[in-house]
């Protein structure tokens, strides 16, 4: 560990109405606010190390302590939250992380601010987004993603009452369907697309994790006599300017089923758009780390859903090592890789069980829009040989998503892989990227002095 800084050294000045420059400098500074963020800052925090935690959302807990759960005594996301206020941590919310400007510092875009953030150990936490693929109708209105829907739900969208078609693959989909139903929702119907054979596959693989078993059984508990079909999936969505029926496809024959409500996800890809950024080496489409969490680059570790996507639990304790390794306590690390093995072998179950079947590839027609930010369509996408060149002659994935959405579905498609990323790795305010081309002004270079 560098020289010890002083503990949330920062300076802050005005240049302007919108663009007041924060500056910050960690002795760990911690990209992502979900489960593997907290713990990983909750961890080097109380090794008595100077963190800072960013997240762009208004409040930490990432995509599954969002909200309520935060707030209720004694659960996982309150006690991790407890522990980061014990010890200090400095928590930077609603700030998207951008750019780097020189090594070790890090530029995030909040509302009125741009935080600049120095740091000696560098710990990526930034989760994992759901996979959209497209088929005819998917950018009707109300068409949408499944934890798209669980997040509006969650933040006070009416559901009682709607009829809600689930689709797609993966544990993500009963686990909101039960949630929608419990706020009153009608659960037409969930068309799993993997098989039974593969989900009797991985229920089997989970007999060694009691407590999968056990949230399994509440799920199915809570979901008594919703439809739920495997080897199946939607093939079209219908309806004037809003939703009016789904059309799915089970047992070779199609139905239509009316519907309020379409909610689609194909399983979750890790954000690795910062990782990129930072030169971390990508394997198999995650971060590559080792036994420690460290990725390829020195001193930047990583955490959670980027090095696989593989549940809650095992982005706890990846995030406990990560932050335990940070500050050097190696062998306490250690300790907890047996945990990590146990969930580790559920992301692969994951993996193996709900991959993607080979005829969701022809669901788009050649008119059926692909990238929705430039409107690109099917057919003037399917004669290049790399994304690169489709990007150069159509602007897919070039939009204000930049590729978050449609890449993921030409990843399956064209089988295409992003070769690079380019800062800003998210739109931001002109007078942001002003910060990031001009480098560093006078003050900025003194408070940043040590990280050169
Ligand atoms: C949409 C969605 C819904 C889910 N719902 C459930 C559920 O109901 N039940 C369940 O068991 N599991 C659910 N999961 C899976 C669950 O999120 C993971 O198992 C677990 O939360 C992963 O924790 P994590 O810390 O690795 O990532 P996350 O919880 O995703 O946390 C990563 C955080 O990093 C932030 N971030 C990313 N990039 C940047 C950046 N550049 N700048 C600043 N911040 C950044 C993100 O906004 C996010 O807050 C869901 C996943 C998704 C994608």
Known sequence: MSAVVERCARQEWKSG????????????????????????????AEASATVGIVDDNPKLGGQIWRGADQDAAGSDASMWLARLKARGVAVICGASVFD?????VLLAEAETAVHV???????????????????LGWTLQNVIGVGGLQAMVKSGLPIRGRRVVISGTGPLLPAVAAHLRERGAEIMVICEQASWTNLLGFGCSLLQQPGKIRQGLRLSRQLAGVKFLTNAWVVSAHGGTALEYAVIRSKGETKAIPCDYLACGFHLVPNLELPMLLGCRIRNGCVEVDDLQQTAVPNILCAGEPTGVGGVELSIVEGEIAGLAAVGRVDEAKRRFRERAKHRAFAHALDHAFRLRHELSSLPSPDTVVCRCEDVRYSRLDRYASWRSAKLHTRCGMGPCQGRVCGPAVQFLFNWNSESVRPPILPVRVESLAVSASGPRSEYAEVLGGSK
Do not use: D, N, W
């Open 117 to 135: 953030l120095a740091y000696s150990k560098l710990i990526l936490a930034t989760g994992a987004r759901e996979r959209f693929l497209p088929f």
């Open 100 to 104: 780097l400007p020189r090594p070790r």
């Open 17 to 44: 109405p919108m663009s007041r420059e924060v500056c910050h400098q960690f002795e760990v500074l911690v990209v992502g606010g979900g489960p593997a963020g907290l713990a990983a800052a909750a961890r080097a």
